[in-house]
């Protein structure tokens, strides 16, 4: 793979079209594309970890991946100076991977349902546990596979290039480059990969894609690609941000005490070392008493470093990156002091933030709700001309219907896409009027 293929700005769904000029770099217009869209917004109101809305606010989908961008923006533009200075790339495209690496972070969770994590896997429980499992001899392997294997990052593909009812051709129109930045599981479900990226009714849009952009095909027969080079560093950003932000939420949540939160966060950097930087710290705190801002100055310090050692990371393996050998994400190959505090913080994380008793009950009432929308969605997609189906199908946006001739898994994906772009308190609401919850 080359930078030079590896940049375009080319459209989905606009390629016939003849490129405008325009104040703002076409990547420019992506970012902005995708901060003024609506699944963007209803972000805010999409579980990262932590239950929502609370006493104390802590992130939510939205912040999240604000912060990310602002994370890969720093990647992108350390990158971008030295492909510049070492003259690889067209320079007035190689000058805008910040932008395009910012945007990618904005989308990048954009196909996750509600409830967090537990949402991807209360849709899969239903295709296999529930009565959507009534479905598995009506579909092919590959398209029964995709319902219960359900992935927030091949729903993110297809919110940003699907065509839907009433929507113009390629979705958000966003270029090649920003859409494949996303893409960090460059081949299809049924590989039975731990993770995937599309679904098979955007098959079509990632192979143009992958082939536009000379994406290196690791595997012909089984339609395994290498990643685009920049998926690194939107991973890296995602990352770092998760990560560093869950323990800050934790702290502000009085889940970890202010004097484990500082262990961890100044853990990252080695005492004999980097003497200075604790002489630093040491500085800031004789100024700043308030323990919660320490906290955000010590996370904000964690954050820099990890930023200047990722970009030395994919710098110096560029070229494994390029031929597709590159293994992992760039915080896998931290070393020392460095990957030994995130291991640390990864540990904690697990056993005290997202065992949660907060964070399991969210998980236990996902599943219930999401279950139950799906279950009573798609039997009335299936039956239009029942009587309680004609009360339900009216909820369901205009952009999301289907002509009741419509093949079965387009009717169901129909519903997919309703249920899953629900934001958290939607999804509850609807829940209780539906089951009859919400009367008094």
């Given at each position: 793979?080359?930078?030079?293929?590896?940049?375009?700005?080319?459209r989905t769904?606009?390629e016939?079209l003849?490129e405008?000029?325009?104040?703002?770099?076409?990547?420019?217009?992506d970012?902005?594309?995708?901060?003024?869209?609506s699944?963007?917004?209803?972000?805010?109101?999409?579980?990262?970890?932590?239950p929502?809305?609370?006493?104390v606010?802590?992130?939510?989908?939205?912040?999240?991946?604000?912060?990310?961008?602002?994370v890969?923006r720093s990647l992108g533009n350390?990158?971008?100076a030295?492909?510049?200075h070492?003259?690889?790339?067209?320079?007035?495209?190689?000058q805008?991977i910040?932008?395009v690496?910012?945007?990618a972070?904005l989308?990048h969770?954009?196909?996750?349902?509600?409830?967090?994590h537990?949402?991807?896997a209360?849709i899969?429980?239903?295709?296999?546990n529930?009565?959507?499992?009534?479905?598995?001899?009506?579909?092919?392997?590959?398209q029964?596979?995709?319902?219960?294997?359900?992935?927030?990052?091949?729903n993110?593909?297809?919110?940003l290039?699907?065509?839907?009812?009433?929507?113009?051709?390629g979705?958000?129109?966003?270029?090649y480059?920003?859409?494949?930045s996303?893409?960090?599981?460059p081949?299809?479900?049924?590989?039975g990969?731990k993770?995937y990226?599309?679904?098979?009714?955007?098959?079509?849009?990632?192979?143009?894609?992958?082939t536009?952009l000379?994406?290196?095909v690791?595997?012909e027969?089984?339609?395994?690609?290498?990643?685009?080079?920049?998926?690194?560093?939107?991973e890296?950003?995602?990352?770092?941000?998760?990560?560093?932000?869950?323990?800050?939420?934790?702290?502000k949540?009085k889940?970890l005490?202010?004097?484990?939160t500082y262990?961890?966060?100044?853990?990252?950097?080695?005492?004999?070392k980097e003497?200075q930087?604790?002489?630093?710290?040491?500085?800031?705190?004789?100024?700043v008493?308030?323990?919660n801002?320490?906290?955000?100055?010590?996370?904000?310090?964690?954050?820099?470093k990890?930023?200047?050692l990722c970009?030395d990371?994919?710098?110096?393996?560029?070229?494994?990156?390029?031929?597709?050998?590159f293994?992992?994400?760039?915080?896998?190959?931290?070393?020392g002091t460095e990957?030994?505090?995130?291991?640390?913080?990864?540990?904690?994380?697990?056993?005290?933030?997202?065992?949660?008793?907060?964070?399991v009950?969210?998980?236990?009432?996902?599943?219930?709700?999401l279950?139950?929308?799906?279950d009573?969605?798609?039997?009335?997609?299936?039956?239009?001309?029942?009587?309680?189906?004609?009360?339900?199908?009216?909820?369901?946006?205009?952009?999301?219907k289907?002509?009741?001739?419509?093949?079965l898994?387009?009717?169901?994906?129909?519903?997919?896409?309703?249920?899953?772009?629900?934001?958290?308190?939607?999804?509850?609401?609807?829940?209780?009027?539906?089951?009859?919850?919400?009367?008094?």
């Open positions: 793979m080359n930078w030079d293929n590896l940049l375009s700005t080319k769904g606009q016939h003849k405008v000029k325009h104040d703002r770099t076409q990547f420019q217009r970012y902005d594309r995708l901060i003024f869209s699944p963007f917004r209803r972000l805010q109101d999409k579980t990262q970890v932590f929502l809305p609370g006493s606010f802590v992130h939510n989908r939205l912040t999240h991946s604000l912060e990310v961008a602002s890969g350390n990158v971008s030295k492909l510049l070492a003259g690889w790339g067209k320079p007035e495209l190689v805008e910040g932008s690496v910012a945007a972070c989308a969770d954009m196909g996750n349902p509600p409830f967090g537990s949402g991807e209360a899969g429980h239903y295709f296999t529930g009565a959507g499992a009534d479905f598995k001899h009506m579909l092919s392997e590959a029964w596979t995709d319902f219960i294997r359900f992935e927030g990052n091949a993110a593909l297809r919110i290039t699907h065509a839907f009812k009433g929507r113009r051709q979705g958000f129109a966003m270029t480059t920003t859409v494949a996303i893409l960090k599981y081949y299809a479900s049924h590989l990969l993770k990226g599309y679904f098979q009714s955007e098959k079509e849009m990632f192979q143009h894609i992958a536009e000379q994406l290196k690791l595997d027969e089984k339609g395994i690609y290498a990643r685009h080079p920049l998926v690194y560093l939107v890296a950003a995602d990352d770092i941000c998760y990560q560093v932000m869950d323990i800050e939420d934790a702290h949540l889940i005490s202010y004097e484990e262990t961890l966060l100044t853990a990252f950097f080695d005492k004999d003497a930087e604790f002489d630093k710290i040491a500085d800031v705190f004789n100024e008493s308030d323990l801002e320490r906290i955000v100055y010590l996370r904000a310090k964690v954050i820099g990890l930023v200047a970009t990371i994919f710098w110096n393996n560029q070229e494994a990156i390029l031929s597709g050998t293994k992992k994400g760039l915080v896998d190959h931290l070393t990957l030994q505090a995130m291991e640390t913080c990864k540990k904690v994380a697990f056993k005290r933030i997202y065992k949660h008793q907060s964070v009950e969210i998980e236990i009432a996902g599943f219930r709700i279950g139950t929308l799906l009573e969605f798609i039997k009335a997609v299936i039956n239009p001309d029942d009587f309680f189906s004609k009360m339900l199908l009216p909820f369901i946006p205009e952009q999301f289907v002509e009741k001739d419509a093949e898994v387009d009717k169901i994906q129909s519903v997919l896409d309703f249920v899953s772009g629900m934001t958290d308190v939607y999804a509850l609401d609807l829940y209780r009027k539906i089951s009859g919850l919400g009367l008094k």
